[in-house]
């Protein structure tokens, strides 16, 4: 009973204030200690030094452990607390980030108890008392550094050190009230160690990649219409078509207007542009007034597929001078098309067809594509494997020199068409192609993915050309349909939702139409490892 009284005065100090005067039962217990040695029997005094044991660690252990303990508990409670009124409060969870900054969205921080991350006190910095106006800052930086052998097919100079590629981007957003939000973005992008210096869309000092200014016109519980005048970027579907060109250092803006229509489960861009020529030296970037690129893009989810979308689409795009492998001339082109994507179940897929039409100098355009991405999801088996299937198949030029030009244009596409780096030796033009994929979730954060993609000409009378329809070779000359494969890998490591860090290696594969000829091509290796933190 005695060792129960003193561990009660030990838990005694948790729920109540301390007192300095001493316990009665503990100066019985000392003056018991200081006796018993001289009054009692052996098997009393082991028993009482079994007493005696049990007190001292009442005292010296179990009471100060307690002490602990009760912080530990209200800590515990007060974390209980938060994410309790978390939850009342309806905090969403932090989402990835948008490719398009302006796209991400921070009301919800207007509730302090909604701000977890380290950055979100400048996520929203309000401007009235009521928090409807608010400003945000946020930005990217990313470090790029890759390598070639046989760069262009070995075809002119070659860089056997590889080169660096840095993306510095900073942001601000201003809502000013219900109606009004000022976008702009300012970014700096630096090639250094490149042998002959840097390629188109590798530097860019400093430059304004956006600044627009939203009017919303109709904000109904129904239906909302902004109107976007200014820089701005686009990114449409996957980017088989319009994209900002992610992968290579330089993204791309266009200078125009937009009109953002969201209703009744639509949402639809309409627009009309110019895009920006990006040159090297300080805010040197004009629009190009030799394009002109206007369309409607729209967008809307298919329920009685179950998790499947449609996207239905007009772009057009007028070029005062084009080049293909018949020659060059002022082209006006117009390409309508649809896309069927979405998940269910297992399946994922991104399904794409497009027709375009329009005149190139006196002749017409008659042009098509296809592109196709099936893939097949194993969550239960270990490393959660998916396997994809992929396919493009594109309209060549049949009808040189006077006929319809059959090349099919991409347009504006992404950065990153075929593979895991953004090596780009090819592009969508006049091509087969049936790839292989396969991903491997290796933890919760790391992926791996691998690739093999064979292309092959559509067309024996045009030619091979690149991501932005430059002709790499013509095929005037050249009866050879196999272009070559490429195989490449990309491992990616999502660290938080900040921090990213990748690496890509791709081995292309020369064919007969590269090999065969007065400047036989040769294999191509690329590897490239890049991290990127965005806040």
């Not at 006077?402 to 990153?416: D, E, K, R, V």
Request: hydrophobic fraction near 40%; proline fraction near 5%.
């Amino acid at each position: 009973m005695l060792a129960v009284r003193v561990l009660a005065v030990s838990i005694r100090p948790m729920l109540l204030p301390q007192s300095p005067t001493k316990d009665p039962a503990i100066e019985a217990l000392g003056h018991f200690r200081a006796n018993y040695k001289t009054t009692c029997t052996a098997s009393v005094r082991l028993t009482l030094f079994v007493v005696e044991v049990t007190s001292f660690l009442a005292e010296e252990w179990i009471a100060p452990m307690l002490r602990y303990l009760r912080w530990i508990f209200l800590a515990l409670a007060f974390g209980i607390s938060v994410q309790l009124a978390r939850g009342q409060s309806s905090c969403p969870a932090p989402v990835p980030y948008a490719l398009l900054p302006q796209n991400n969205y921070y009301g919800y921080l207007r509730n302090p108890v909604c701000r977890s991350d380290f950055w979100d006190p400048v996520k929203f910095i309000a401007l009235n008392a009521e928090g409807e106006k608010y400003l945000t800052f946020g930005g990217e930086i990313r470090e790029w550094y890759e390598g070639f052998r046989n760069a262009n097919y070995g075809i002119g100079p070659q860089d056997d050190n590889g080169f660096l590629l840095q993306r510095i981007t900073l942001y601000s957003d201003w809502h000013i009230g219900d109606r009004f939000r000022f976008f702009g973005q300012l970014t700096s992008d630096i090639e250094a160690g490149r042998n002959g210096g840097p390629q188109p869309y590798d530097e860019d000092r400093l430059w304004v990649e956006q600044g627009f200014l939203d009017i919303k016109a109709i904000d109904s519980h129904d239906v909302k219409l902004t109107l976007r005048a200014g820089r701005q970027e686009f990114e449409f579907g996957i980017g088989r078509l319009v994209d900002v060109r992610e992968g290579l250092n330089v993204r791309l803006a266009f200078d125009g207007i937009n009109l953002i229509l969201d209703g009744h489960s639509w949402h639809l861009d309409g627009f009309a542009t110019r895009p920006v020529i990006n040159n090297l030296n300080v805010f040197d970037n004009p629009p190009d007034h030799r394009i002109m690129f206007w369309g409607v893009y729209a967008v809307r989810p298919l329920p009685a597929t179950r998790g499947g979308h449609i996207d239905l689409y007009y772009l057009g795009i007028d070029k005062k001078r084009a080049t293909f492998d018949r020659g060059s001339a002022q082209e006006v082109r117009h390409t309508a098309g649809t896309r069927f994507w979405g998940s269910r179940s297992a399946l994922d897929y991104d399904w794409e067809t497009m027709y375009q039409w329009g005149t190139f100098g006196n002749a017409d355009i008659r042009a098509w594509g296809i592109g196709t991405d099936t893939a097949y999801n194993l969550h239960s088996v270990f490393l959660r494997p998916q396997l994809s299937v992929r396919a493009t198949l594109t309209s060549g030029d049949r009808n040189p020199p006077s006929g319809p030009l059959g090349t099919l244009n991409p347009l504006f596409p992404t950065g990153i068409y075929f593979g895991e780096g953004a090596v780009n030796l090819n592009g969508p033009s006049n091509l087969m192609r049936i790839g292989l994929g396969i991903k491997l979730h290796l933890t919760d954060t790391v992926l791996l993915a691998a690739d093999y993609d064979p292309f092959w000409r559509t067309s024996l009378q045009d030619g091979v050309y690149g991501l932005g329809v430059n002709l790499l070779r013509s095929g005037a000359v050249n009866q050879n349909r196999y272009i070559g494969s490429q195989a490449s890998t990309g491992i990616y490591w999502q660290a938080d939702r900040h921090l990213s860090i990748s690496a890509a290696y791709t081995h292309f594969f020369v064919g007969p139409f590269f090999t065969q000829g007065a400047s036989p091509g040769r294999n191509v290796d690329n590897a490239a490892i890049w991290t990127t933190y965005k806040f």
